[in-house]
């Protein structure tokens, strides 16, 4: 289909309510092939199935993030921008994970306002020095974009808090996700400057960039995409809440791999996109895929780690061993309990400081002798949620300190203020105890640069005299809302609005023996040394390469308007059937064979009314009426509603209940498969059946002569797929022995008798026109649901016989646009009926060259 523009992409996303200049140019454009440079602002054209080939050799990963991994600050003396990299952050260190000769561009917002006219110097100096590429964003987009959809919307929803009341939540505003939608297009416009598409792969970072990938995907269909959420999904009920739900679920699918650190979130993706999209995922050797318009999207779940040698240069520095010595002499005699947390609602500090209260309650004998040092690091959002927060931490902690506290001991100490690297990771060295107490959050890698800080380095211990081979401890307590908390088995989880339950393990980690302590600190040094970003990056990098693998074996079409957009991705010699080609084919020939499915194709599958209309009625006989037709309903339904349904067709051949019973014409007797005579298997399966419906609201059972089919498409979705998945084993189990199969379908799960499908309706009528002298010239084959693939698969192999010196002309149809045996499809019955018209129209008329000899024979010549 014929492409839009970007820029008119963006009107139909926010309804053109946003007038946000293009960004300019402040790149050289890219060189795509040898002698020609491609337009990277040319966006009237789309790349649809011939991406430009890229000359580059070297090969690349552009990683998309909000922020660029800089720092920056104007030079007091010369006023000129000065900028360094940020060492701390991950989007840096993940670079480790790729070969030496990859390079990695990055592109994303600065930490700092550039003025317009120092935007393009800016961009070409960071493109040089640091292989940066800035989006510069307006500071009133940038406003409503980050602070506003970002952390006002999606930040507190991806953490389960509703906008329950005005007082509670900012209820969603339109005009901050068209900022969201315009800010994520001008991303995009960043990469389109610099991306090599059929070569560069592009790895999209967190929850500020979840249409991005809709953009991008649009400008380059064959694009490998590549998006990781490095923040909590929230289950279906929270996220059904969003009003632009959809949108975003089909920005992230227009991915090929999606990452998620727990399987519980990616669990809840899944959910949403089943319960919202009514899309099916399946296990494919041992990868999670969702089937998404013929694409496989790729699902991955790894937690992210982190760089081992940065944390342990920061421990080797001489300022960490000061700081070490600094706080072992302040907290000597006491043990030390490290909390280090943002100042937000979701990380449960004031919980963490209750709980903290009642050990001591709890235990007289600690007061004097335990400590929490609770790190409070800047709030990363703002507001009254983040005000009052912060209040409260403040009035807890000095609550505590006056009862519990002494002239020479306060139990809680309040960081609250910038803490260097070194000062962090010298508390983390000398805590004999670290608690994250979130009530939410992401991955939170507090606890592993804990276990790395509490292991040492051999220059750390040296500096403070320790003996090297010294044993090493470490205890965590950690919320089991967090996405460390399932890769660490040596922790001790809690539930962190349980107060009592978090004050016993705070107190069971400081008694615990020291034996034990070490060999738990062990094997979480295992597990975390060896995981680390790098080997994140590594896997994650090397999985997109595998999800992309089939870009190219097949043909693509851009389908959809505005976020909606998706690609169809399908077999090269797959096309749209047409009906002049087809009715052309017709004409020329003289013994034909026609099968159609019922539901779905001559009758859509959406209609109430499931008895076929007029036309249809008319349609089919016209066609029975031609005596060189043979003409078959294929179909699972029974054969009293067909013979009810299609009594006007008289010529009309029938096989109900998918070809366990035959009709030839309406005055001929049905035919039984004797193959599957022996239906004693019922007396088994349908008690099965009615336990499972009993159990299941929303299920109900089909009863045909020959077939049972349990039916939950109106039950829960993931309750009734999962019911269903247990039915099937059920079933195929209590009939290991009976002959009988069980096969699962689009909500259904059915049993019929072996030796029974619709390909042996097509295999046995080929045969007996085969047999009767009239092999037929001409084939057509319409279906639209996974049953018809065994017909389409049946013609294929009965017509491709040496018996036959002519194969007939085989037309084998599915019906919607899907990866199929066949070779054509149609989008709907509507165009079916179309193309049964245009074949009926054609036996109507004359050949031509017939009407010809009546014209020459009556003109006497």
Request: glycine fraction near 6%.
């Amino acid at each position: 289909m014929a492409s839009r523009s970007c820029a008119n992409f963006l009107d139909l996303a926010s309804g053109g309510l946003l007038d946000i200049p293009q960004t300019p140019r402040t790149l050289p454009r890219v060189m795509t092939v040898p002698g020609i440079i491609s337009d990277a602002d040319g966006y009237d054209s789309n790349d649809g199935d011939s991406d430009a080939t890229s000359s580059g050799s070297r090969e690349r990963k552009i990683i998309v993030a909000n922020m660029l991994p800089l720092h920056a600050k104007r030079d007091t003396e010369t006023g000129k921008w000065c900028f360094s990299l940020d060492e701390d952050l991950l989007l840096l260190h993940l670079k480790d994970g790729f070969s030496s000769d990859t390079e990695v561009i990055y592109v994303g917002s600065l930490k700092a306002d550039i003025d317009a006219g120092e935007q393009e110097e800016v961009a070409q100096k960071l493109l040089d020095d640091f292989n940066c590429v800035p989006t510069f964003l307006p500071h009133d987009l940038q406003k409503k974009f980050y602070l506003g959809f970002c952390k006002q919307h999606l930040w507190p929803l991806f953490h389960y808090m509703l906008p329950m009341c005005p007082d509670h939540g900012d209820r969603f505003d339109r005009v901050l996700w068209q900022a969201y939608v315009s800010a994520n297009k001008i991303f995009a416009d960043k990469v389109m400057e610099v991306i090599n598409p059929d070569d560069d792969c592009v790895w999209v970072h967190d929850y500020h960039l979840m249409v991005l990938p809709t953009f991008l995907r649009k400008r380059f269909n064959r694009i490998k995409l590549g998006f990781f959420l490095h923040s909590p999904f929230p289950s279906s009920e929270i996220y059904r809440t969003l009003p632009v739900r959809d949108e975003i679920l089909r920005g992230l699918l227009n991915c090929d791999l999606i990452g998620f650190h727990t399987f519980d979130y990616a669990r809840h993706f899944l959910s949403c996109c089943s319960r919202m999209l009514g899309l099916d995922y399946e296990s494919k050797r041992g990868h999670i895929g969702l089937d998404y318009f013929g694409r496989t999207v790729y699902i991955k779940i790894l937690p992210v780690g982190v760089h081992m040698g940065r944390l342990e240069s920061v421990l080797n520095l001489p300022a960490t061993a000061t700081k070490i010595k600094e706080i072992e002499k302040q907290f000597d005699g006491k043990k030390l309990i490290l909390g280090i947390d943002d100042m937000d609602i979701f990380k449960g500090i004031s919980l963490k400081l209750l709980a903290m209260e009642q050990l001591l309650q709890q235990h007289p004998g600690m007061r004097g002798k335990v400590v929490l040092v609770q790190i409070v690091n800047p709030a990363r959002g703002s507001g009254k949620d983040v005000q009052e927060a912060k209040k409260e931490t403040y009035l807890t902690a000095k609550r505590i300190n006056e009862v519990y506290g002494s002239p020479n001991y306060e139990p809680v100490v309040l960081i609250d203020r910038p803490v260097p690297r070194f000062e962090k990771s010298a508390y983390y060295a000398v805590a004999e105890c670290c608690i994250v107490n979130a009530v939410r959050d992401g991955m939170n890698l507090v606890p592993y640069k804990y276990i790395v800080c509490r292991q040492g380095t051999p220059i750390m211990d040296e500096a403070l005299g320790r003996e090297r081979d010294s044993p090493h401890t470490s205890m965590l307590v950690v919320s089991e809302f967090i996405g460390c908390s399932p890769s660490l088995s040596g922790a001790i989880r809690v539930n962190p609005w349980d107060i009592d339950a978090v004050a016993d393990a705070m107190t069971l980690a400081i008694n615990m023996r020291d034996s034990e302590k070490q060999l738990r600190h062990e094997k979480h040094y295992r597990y975390v040394s060896t995981h680390d970003v790098a080997y994140w990056a590594r896997s994650f990098a090397q999985d997109l390469e595998r999800a992309c693998r089939d870009h190219y074996s097949k043909r693509c079409w851009g389908i959809g308007l505005g976020l909606g957009f998706r690609v169809l991705s399908l077999s090269p010699s797959f096309r749209r059937l047409s009906i002049d080609h087809i009715v052309s084919a017709y004409r020329k020939t003289e013994r034909r064979a026609i099968f159609l499915d019922y539901d779905g194709t001559v009758v859509p599958e959406t209609s109430i009314i499931k008895s076929p209309g007029p036309e249809v009625i008319s349609v089919l006989k016209t066609l029975c009426s031609d005596p060189n037709n043979t003409v078959f309903i294929v179909s699972g339904r029974g054969r009293s509603s067909l013979s009810e349904w299609l009594a006007p067709c008289e010529m009309l051949g029938i096989a109900a209940e998918h070809g366990y019973f035959i009709r030839w014409n309406k005055t001929s007797e049905w035919e039984t498969n004797h193959l599957g005579a022996d239906l004693e298997w019922k007396k088994i399966v349908e008690p099965v059946m009615r336990s499972y419906t009993e159990a299941t609201d929303g299920s109900n059972i089909e009863i045909k002569e020959s077939a049972l089919v349990w039916h939950h498409q109106d039950a829960d979705p993931d309750f009734g797929s999962c019911q269903a998945k247990e039915l099937l084993d059920h079933l195929e189990s209590v009939l290991a022995n009976e002959p009988a199969v069980v096969k699962r379908g689009q909500h259904i799960v059915e049993v019929k008798p072996q030796g029974v499908s619709k390909g042996l309706v097509a295999e046995k009528v080929l045969v007996r026109m085969f047999n009767g002298g009239r092999p037929p010239d001409f084939v057509m084959c319409v279906g639209d649901d996974r049953s018809d693939e065994d017909m389409f698969e049946s013609i294929l192999s009965t017509v491709s016989g040496p018996s036959l010196p002519v194969p007939p002309e085989i037309f084998a149809c599915t019906v919607g646009r899907k990866p199929s045996k066949a070779k054509y499809y149609l989008d709907d019955a509507t165009d079916v009926l179309k193309l049964l018209q245009g074949l009926a129209t054609a036996s109507s008329s004359k050949p031509r060259h017939l009407a010809d000899i009546e014209v020459s024979f009556e003109s006497g010549t």
